[in-house]
C-alpha cells in the first residue's frame, strides 16, 4: 500500500503528462519489437516458399525489407524517447519529492531530529528516495506496457494467425508469468530488504572509522570496528548472492515460458497451415510474436527482486512526507506592558516513561539587560530547559511567557527573531568566515562586514582571524580549521550577531580558559546591553559575571 501511495507522489501534475508519453513510447518499443520479429519471420519464410515454388521473381521483396527497416529504426528511435522522457520525469519527481521529505524532518519534534545523525540519516534519506526510482522505471511502466503489448499482440495473433494462437500464448504468459514474477518478488523480498540493511551498516561503520579512528586505535577498538564493517561487507554480498541465484532461477523460468508459448504458437500455427487454413508464412508470425513477447516479462523481473527494498525504502520516506504540521500562529502576539521579557510558571518537564521530571517546577523571570546564570549536576537538565524555552521541547505542564504572551502564541519567525539559542555543539558549515557569519544576518545585511568584526570583536576572535585571511578564512566541513575554542566562540558570534532581545547560551565559555572565557562573556554583554541573557556554566567564575543565579537539583 504504501508502495502504491510513494507512486501516486511521484506522478503530480507536473510530470503526469512526461510519464503518460514515457509510457506511450514504451508500449511503442514493445509492439515494434514484436512487430518486427513477427514481420521477418514472416518475410524469411514467405520468400523461402516462394523460392521453393519458383515464383520468387514475382515476391515483393521490397515493401517487407523497408518494413523490417522502418521497425528497427523505429524501435530504437522509441526506445531514445522513451529513456529521456521517463528518467527525466522521475528525475524530477524525486526532486520533488527530496523537498517534501526535508520538509517533514523540519515538522518533527526537535527530540527526534536530535537523534538523526547527520551524515548516516542523509546516507538513508538518499538511499531510499533513489530506491523509489525503481518504482516507476522498473515496476509501473514495464507492467503497463506489458499489459498494453500483450492486449495489442492478441489481437494481432487473433486476425493474423488463428484465434487458438492467440488464446494459447496469452494463457502461458499471463499464467506463468505471474505465478514466476509472483515467486521472485515473494522469495527476493528479503534478500533485497537485506542487501540494504547491511549497505546502510557499511555506511554507517565506514564513516565511524573514517571519523573516530584515532579515537578507535587510543582505545583498541579499530580492529573491532574494522571486523564490525568487514562484516557488514560479508553480509550485503551474501545477500547479493542470494539475489542473484533468485534472479538466475527466474530468467530460466521466463525463458521456458516463453519457450513454451513459442512452442504452442508453432504448433497451433502448423496444425492451422497444414489443414489450409493460413500460409506457413503466416504461421511463422505466431511464433516468431511469441517469442519477441519475453520481453514484457524480463523487463519486470528486476523490478520484482528490488520489491524488497522498495516497500521499505516507501514507507520510511511517506512517514516523513506525512509528518504532520505544528500548529503556528500567524500573527504575533502584543505585548503587555510592564511585562517580564521571560517568565516561567511552575515549569515542569518529564520525557515519557521516565521514572522522574527532567527538571521542574520552575519558575523565574527575566528582564530587559539582566544576566541569568543556570546551574546544577549534569544530568539535572539545564539544556532541556533551555530547549524549552526556545520552544524546541514543549513542556509537559506549566506555562512560558514572552513579552506577557505565551510562548505557543508567538509565530515562528517572530519567536526567532525575540530569542536565539546557541546549544552546546553548534554546527558551522564549510565555507568562509564570512558565510558562516552571514547565515545570522537579514539577505540585505549579509555583506556588512563591519558588524561581522564587531561581533567577532565581542568574542575575542578578531585578533585570531587578523593573523589568517580574515573573514575569508576558508573552514572546512563542520567548520574544521578552528580549534575547539575558536569554533565555540565563531558560533557565539554568529549569534550575537542576531542582536536578539533574549541570548541563551549553552555552556558558552567550555574549554576556553579563563581570561578567554570572561572576555567572551563581559564581550557579549557589551555588545548586547538591553539583552536578557540565560547561560548555563560549571565554572564558579561565571557566577560573578551574572546578576543572579537559579540552581537545578537532580
Request: overall charge positive; charged content about 15%; some cysteine.
Amino acid at each position: 500500500m504504501k508502495a502504491l501511495l510513494a507512486v501516486a507522489r511521484l506522478i503530480s501534475e507536473t510530470e503526469r503528462m512526461a510519464f503518460f508519453r514515457g509510457l506511450v513510447l514504451s508500449i511503442l518499443v514493445m509492439v515494434m519489437g514484436a512487430a518486427l520479429l513477427g514481420l521477418s519471420g514472416w518475410f524469411v519464410t514467405a520468400s523461402a516458399a516462394a523460392g521453393i515454388a519458383g515464383v520468387g521473381i514475382a515476391f515483393d521483396f521490397f515493401r517487407p525489407s523497408a518494413g523490417v527497416r522502418f521497425l528497427a529504426l523505429g524501435r530504437a528511435a522509441a526506445r531514445y524517447g522513451e529513456r529521456m522522457l521517463s528518467h527525466d520525469a522521475t528525475l524530477r519527481a524525486l526532486a520533488r519529492l527530496r523537498g517534501a521529505v526535508h520538509a517533514g524532518i523540519t515538522r518533527l519534534p526537535h527530540e527526534v531530529q536530535a537523534r538523526l545523525r547527520g551524515a548516516e540519516a542523509l546516507n538513508r534519506l538518499t538511499a531510499d528516495i533513489d530506491a523509489l526510482d525503481g518504482l516507476m522505471l522498473r515496476l509501473v511502466l514495464p507492467f503497463l506496457a506489458a499489459c498494453a503489448t500483450q492486449a495489442a499482440a492478441f489481437v494481432a495473433l487473433w486476425f493474423l494467425v488463428t484465434p487458438g494462437t492467440a488464446l494459447a500464448v496469452l494463457a502461458i504468459y499471463a499464467l506463468g508469468g505471474i505465478a514466476i514474477l509472483t515467486l521472485t518478488a515473494l522469495t527476493a523480498h528479503a534478500p533485497a530488504a537485506a542487501a540494504e540493511a547491511s549497505l546502510q551498516a557499511i555506511r554507517a561503520a565506514s564513516l565511524d572509522l573514517m571519523r573516530n579512528r584515532a579515537d578507535l586505535a587510543v582505545a583498541g577498538a579499530l580492529e573491532r570496528q574494522t571486523d564490525g564493517a568487514l562484516d557488514a561487507v560479508r553480509a550485503e554480498e551474501a545477500a547479493h548472492q542470494r539475489l542473484d541465484v533468485i534472479d538466475l532461477w527466474s530468467g530460466a523460468a521466463l525463458a521456458l515460458a516463453s519457450g513454451l508459448a513459442a512452442t504452442a504458437a508453432l504448433l497451433m500455427g502448423g496444425l492451422a497451415a497444414e489443414a489450409g487454413e493460413i500460409s506457413p508464412a503466416e504461421a511463422a508470425i505466431g511464433f516468431f510474436v511469441a517469442l519477441a513477447l519475453a520481453e514484457t516479462l524480463t523487463t519486470l523481473r528486476r523490478g520484482l527482486a528490488e520489491w524488497g527494498r522498495m516497500q521499505g525504502a516507501a514507507q520510511r520516506v511517506l512517514t516523513l512526507v506525512d509528518t504532520p504540521a505544528r500548529p503556528t500562529p500567524k500573527a504575533a502576539p502584543a505585548p503587555r506592558a510592564g511585562a517580564p521579557l521571560l517568565e516561567t510558571r511552575a515549569l515542569v518537564h518529564r520525557r515519557p516513561g521516565a521514572a522522574r521530571a527532567s527538571y521542574g517546577p520552575l519558575s523565574f523571570t527575566l528582564a530587559p539587560g539582566e544576566t541569568l546564570l543556570i546551574t546544577g549536576p549534569s544530568g539535572a537538565g539545564k539544556s532541556t530547559l533551555l530547549s524549552t524555552l526556545a520552544g524546541l521541547i514543549t513542556p509537559t505542564s506549566g506555562e512560558i511567557l514572552l513579552s506577557g504572551a505565551p510562548l505557543t502564541d508567538w509565530p515562528e519567525d517572530r519567536l526567532r527573531a525575540k530569542l536565539t539559542l546557541v546549544p552546546q555543539r553548534s554546527a558551522l558549515m564549510s565555507g568562509t568566515i564570512a558565510e558562516n557569519l552571514a547565515l545570522a544576518l537579514p539577505p540585505e545585511r549579509a555583506g556588512d562586514e563591519a558588524r561581522m568584526w564587531q561581533a567577532l570583536e565581542a568574542v575575542h576572535l578578531a585578533g585570531v582571524l587578523h593573523a589568517r585571511e580574515g573573514l575569508q578564512t576558508l573552514l572546512g566541513p563542520q567548520g574544521s580549521g578552528l580549534s575547539g575554542g575558536q569554533a565555540k566562540r565563531l558560533a557565539l558570534a554568529r549569534a550575537a550577531l542576531r542582536r536578539p532581545p533574549i541570548l541563551m547560551l549553552d555552556e558558552p565559555t567550555e574549554g576556553l580558559d579563563a581570561a578567554t572565557a570572561h572576555g567572551t562573556l563581559t564581550g557579549l554583554r557589551k555588545l548586547l546591553p538591553e539583552a536578557g541573557i540565560i547561560f548555563v556554566s560549571h565554572r564558579h567564575a561565571d557566577a560573578a559575571l551574572a546578576d543572579r543565579s537559579l540552581t537545578i537539583s537532580v
